[in-house]
């Protein structure tokens, strides 16, 4: 399967893809901290066995402006996609994800799914999640979740008192958090999301 | 399976006969003058024609929202008549139109008490607020109502009555410039129902409005104010349908609900109005603003709908969680057949402490119908462990229909946790198979698969509710299968 890694704000990355018939992408997008960015990608899924795998990250822990818009498009029947985000925002930070699966009529057999999961930092960060789904075919299996929260204070306790001090409590849980996306990149890319943790 | 599909939708409306009453009607259109009019016909104090006259000022420099998911046949506001109300005498008779009365036992709404019988206890017994039109034509039990301190009438006595309480709260949880058509609401409501529970009492009975759409060229504007003082309870109803006719017929209501501190209200809606004929023709554009505010600490609000009329709705019951540890439900049936749209869903504002909300809404689309969930779940800086839970499903009955999920999360507090989730699924040939292998007739069966993946939503409706829900849910399917 064709797999590729996109920095945000330093690669050049396609705003529309368009996937013939039993053709298979992986695709992961990294949003490294301190950029700003506002992308819109749109995949189109138009011969029947096409297949889409993407993954993305977004870490905004000062001031950044990041939107994330993407629209996958099942315009032929058989098709699959599979989508997860996810974000860490702290400082005044406000990140925007925008996600839309349309399926086309007569586009049956569809399987289509996708997740958006933040983690809130601050006081002063924003998130707005709105995962959609558009279908006008029957015979599909589409869904989406979304969520927002936080650290989870009773895992911090459990670290702390087993003696990791509370900054390295905190950086293994946004690691863990992150692990599904950041293992699908290169060691050195995935260095770098480590270091720059907040 | 595709026979089936046909039958279900071939089903008639059962409530679409017209009642021969006498009438009169303001003449058609919308300016100040007609605004004065009705205000003057039903004997307002200035203060309330100020308000509405407010409104229409307001109402003018507006636009038609055009963010729905949903194809609006152009309404032209000059053509439609903002009154009208069966004749009477004076102002409340104490007899009640006999076709009126029959009109009302034919939809199942009791408008007499029914008298105790010796021994033997009323079970379940509702009062209710009935408008025809643009009048309430009854409100039954308001002695032993009263007799609590409970007030239940109609919204014009309210204002002549109680102008304190009115003038307190109206368009305090629905600002009279809060959209297109709650403005216009504003300026032209004719009727609805009022309703106070004073402080610590916890109503004796379920209360209900039903509202009936008769005459032709209206349009219904009714305004519904409920009241929940400190520690009090109430559930409350409301029903509605409407005569089946070529044209559509547009409903603009406000709802507002005030929850003092632990006050608990709960909001059932059985919508039946006219959904128009399988070509889609006709049906009422049922365009509804609700809202509730949690304004007491431990308050509580709960919505639950089934909405399986109306040739478009577009209806988002919403909550603002004001109130620390105030919490709120929306549970929602929402069933499209034919070439009905509906966009609806709710809105839960988390402002105060330890605010709970959750949301299920099940939606069910058949035919060439459009079926759209739109929701907002806000967590505002000051919702400390504020928590929200959403799940919204779709079922799609045959290939020509759509099912469509909006919601929108934005989280602006590092302590509250926010999760949705939604799905989209059919009634498999395998589940049809199971039941008709076992000798259930196939429509029957897809009512029954329907009614067990509404049931999480049904089993929250007052009992008599409940069983006109699941029937309505059946009839609204009649020719769907195929």
């Not at chain 1, 893809?17 to 949003?31: H, K, Q």
């Not at chain 1, 490294?32 to 992308?39: A, E, L, N, S, W």
């Not at chain 2, 540890?325 to 070439?339: G, K, P, Q």
Request: proline share 5%; hydrophobic share 35%; with cysteine.
């Amino acid at each position: 399967m064709d797999s590729r890694v996109y920095i945000l704000g330093r690669d050049s990355a396609p705003q529309y893809l368009r996937l013939e018939a039993g053709e298979e992408l992986a695709m992961t997008l990294v949003v490294p901290p301190g950029t700003d960015v506002q992308y819109s990608l749109e995949v189109d899924l138009c011969g029947p066995g096409a297949g889409l795998d993407l993954a993305g990250l977004y870490l905004c822990p000062g001031s950044e402006r990041v939107e994330l818009r993407v629209l996958v498009r099942h315009s032929a029947g058989g098709c699959n996609s599979r989508q997860l985000f996810k974000g860490i925002v702290g400082g005044t930070a406000r990140a925007l994800f925008d996600g839309l699966i349309y399926v086309a009529p007569d586009a049956q057999k569809t399987q289509a799914y996708q997740e958006n999961h933040t983690l809130l930092l601050s006081e002063t960060a924003r998130t707005e999640s709105r995962p959609q789904l558009e279908i006008y075919a029957d015979d599909v299996q589409c869904s989406h979740g979304a969520t927002t929260g936080y650290l989870n204070p009773e895992e911090l306790f459990y670290m702390r008192s087993r003696g990791i001090p509370e900054a390295e409590a905190r950086r293994l849980q946004m690691q863990a958090f992150l692990a599904p996306v950041i293992r699908r990149l290169s060691d050195a890319a995935a260095e770098e999301i480590y270091a720059s943790l907040p | 399976m595709e026979e089936i599909i046909k039958d279900i939708s071939s089903q008639e409306y059962k409530e679409g006969f017209v009642t021969e009453v006498a009438q009169e009607y303001v003449p058609k259109g919308l300016n100040e003058e007609i605004i004065r009019l009705i205000s003057a016909k039903k004997g307002e104090p200035e203060w309330m024609l100020d308000f509405r006259l407010g409104a229409f000022r307001k109402w003018q420099q507006m636009t038609l929202p055009q963010w729905g998911h949903l194809k609006l046949p152009p309404i032209d506001f000059q053509d439609i008549i903002y009154w009208a109300a069966p004749k009477r005498a004076e102002d409340r008779p104490d007899e009640i139109d006999p076709a009126l009365m029959e009109t009302f036992d034919k939809l199942g709404i009791p408008l007499r008490e029914r008298e105790m019988l010796a021994g033997v206890k009323p079970k379940g017994e509702v009062a209710v607020d009935a408008v025809f039109d643009s009048v309430s034509v009854t409100t039954t039990f308001r002695k032993s109502l009263a007799e609590k301190g409970i007030i239940f009438c109609s919204f014009s006595e309210a204002v002549r009555e109680h102008p304190d309480l009115v003038r307190k709260y109206l368009a305090s949880v629905v600002p009279v410039g809060d959209n297109f058509y709650a403005a216009l609401n504003s300026a032209v409501f004719s009727d609805g129902s009022f309703c106070y529970i004073p402080k610590g009492v916890k109503c004796p009975m379920d209360l209900s409005s039903y509202f009936r759409i008769n005459a032709a060229g209206t349009g219904q504007f009714e305004r519904t104010l409920i009241i929940a003082d400190e520690g009090s309870s109430v559930s409350y109803m409301e029903g509605c349908t409407a005569p089946m006719r070529d044209e559509n017929q547009l409903h603009a209501a406000v709802v507002e609900i005030v929850v003092e501190k632990d006050a608990d209200v709960k909001y059932s809606t059985v919508q039946n109005w006219y959904p128009g004929d399988a070509q889609g023709r006709g049906g009422i554009l049922n365009l509804v603003t609700k809202r509730g505010i949690c304004k007491g600490s431990g308050s509580h609000l709960s919505w639950t709908q089934v909405e399986t009329g109306s040739a478009v709705t577009w209806k988002y019951p919403s909550t603002i969680l004001l109130g620390d540890h105030s919490s709120s439900e929306f549970y929602s049936v929402a069933m499209t057949n034919n070439y009905q749209q509906a966009d609806t869903g709710t809105k839960m504002i988390h402002l105060g402490r330890g605010t709970r909300s959750r949301v299920v809404s099940k939606g069910i689309s058949a035919g060439h119908s459009e079926n759209s969930y739109r929701g907002l779940v806000q967590m505002g800086p000051g919702a400390d462990g504020g928590r929200n839970y959403s799940q919204c499903d779709s079922l799609l009955i045959g290939s020509s229909c759509g099912a469509h999920t909006f919601p929108v999360i934005r989280n602006q507090n590092p302590r509250a946790v926010v999760e949705h989730e939604a799905t989209t699924s059919k009634i498999s040939e395998d589940q049809l198979f199971y039941c008709t292998q076992r000798g259930i007739a196939p429509e029957d069966a897809v009512a029954l698969i329907v009614g067990g993946y509404a049931r999480e939503v049904l089993s929250r409706l007052p009992m008599e509710f409940a069983v006109e829900a699941q029937k309505l849910l059946s009839v609204s399917l009649e020719g769907a299968v195929g």
